[in-house]
């Protein structure tokens, strides 16, 4: 009987701002973020190092900048602590940003000010109250592109002019030389720790793809297979990218769940691949010869066979070149088959990984109508 794949309100935990219970393989960045912040939350305000984590895209840093916050909420505090996280690709022009900045602490008019006079004006209000401002700065590239740094610069100046610091930065970067173009009297008062959030690899995708099953999926409503290749596209063809990866279960559900399956397989995952924008493909016989392509008419319909499998087996290898020297009389030796194969990875149609060959990146059915119309 069919179940559905999602657990009631269960793809809430498959949104990007969704800020999971654990982050795994990036326990150790919240730590030193949080080490570096402890003096502060103690009353040493001064002992606070400016940070700077880096990384592409949906390699957990703002998710780790998002639960440094919930841990400083739930730790008892010697200071008053504001905390605003700002992402700059909304907020990169320095004016816009010392607005928002200013209007999240007081409901001074703003209009009418410079942003050097917006950010004396919060610097002011936090020394009368006494209080602190933590501000996470994220996709900060932005903002430096807009304004060579000087929002930054002006932030440090406002520190030396004062008695304390009152303003604590934390610098989020897509790429890290957006932090070393700035000019050196900027770049050095960034003195904090520089973490590198690597792409996160075939294993660790597996493992933060599983959290989210469990929270957004039903029991047994995706398969072994179907987690591991959302974990070798995310990983290995997408940059080490949670976000694809996020992005690949969600929609691989829906399609499960429009065509009534009662778990998702690697052919749904197959299906939503094709959907991210920016996929393409041309037609096959633009870029291999037909002897390739018969080859690719007999795996594919091995593999038709079974939805729910995308490493192409030495099994399978073998039964594939039995079948295309019975059907067709072409008798291929191991190194005319593999170098068959390798123009399949150059065509990108079979992808290859650790010397194993994946089916991976087309549907089944997507590469069956492709193959309709060559043999027309």
Not at 15 to 20: E, G, I, L, W
Not at 36 to 51: F, K, M, S
Not at 150 to 164: M, Q
Not at 364 to 372: C, E, K, Q, T
């Amino acid at each position: 009987m069919y179940g559905g794949i999602f657990k009631p309100r269960g793809k809430q935990y498959l949104d990007f701002m969704f800020v999971p219970p654990q982050i795994p393989h990036r326990e150790e960045e919240l730590n030193i973020l949080l080490d570096n912040l402890t003096p502060v939350l103690e009353g040493d305000v001064n002992a606070y190092t400016i940070p700077v984590i880096y990384g592409r895209t949906g390699t957990g840093k703002t998710t780790v900048a998002k639960k440094l916050l919930e841990a400083i909420e739930k730790k008892d505090t010697e200071i008053i602590l504001n905390r605003l996280m700002v992402n700059c690709v909304s907020y990169s022009k320095p004016y816009n940003l010392s607005r928002y900045v200013t209007q999240y602490l007081t409901e001074i008019p703003t209009r009418g000010y410079s942003y050097q006079e917006l950010m004396q004006m919060t610097y002011d209000t936090l020394e009368l109250r006494d209080e602190y401002l933590f501000l996470i700065l994220d996709d900060v590239d932005e903002l430096i592109r807009s304004d060579k740094g000087r929002f930054l610069h002006l932030l440090t100046r406002l520190d030396e002019a004062g008695d304390k610091k009152r303003i604590l930065p934390l610098l989020i970067a897509r790429k890290m030389e957006s932090i070393n173009d700035l000019p050196g009297y900027i770049r050095n008062k960034l003195n904090g720790p520089i973490l590198h959030f690597e792409p996160y690899n075939v294993d660790e995708m597996s493992d933060i793809i599983q959290d989210r099953v469990k929270l957004a999926l039903n029991d047994d409503a995706i398969s072994k297979n179907a987690v591991s290749s959302i974990a070798y596209i995310s990983s290995a063809l997408e940059g080490g990218d949670a976000r694809t990866a996020l992005t690949l279960l969600l929609n691989s559900g829906n399609i499960a769940e429009r065509l009534r399956a009662n778990r998702i397989t690697v052919e749904h995952v197959r299906k939503a691949y094709e959907h991210l924008p920016g996929y393409s493909y041309r037609p096959i016989g633009h870029f291999i010869d037909e002897r390739t392509i018969k080859i690719l008419q007999v795996i594919a319909e091995f593999l038709s066979q079974y939805p729910d499998e995308f490493i192409l087996s030495e099994k399978m290898l073998r039964a594939v070149r039995s079948e295309v020297a019975k059907r067709y009389k072409i008798t291929l030796s191991h190194n005319d088959f593999i170098e068959t194969l390798d123009r399949m990875v150059e065509a990108r149609l079979v992808n290859k990984y650790m010397n194993k060959y994946l089916w991976i990146s087309i549907s089944i059915d997507s590469i069956m109508n492709l193959l309709a119309e060559y043999f027309k």
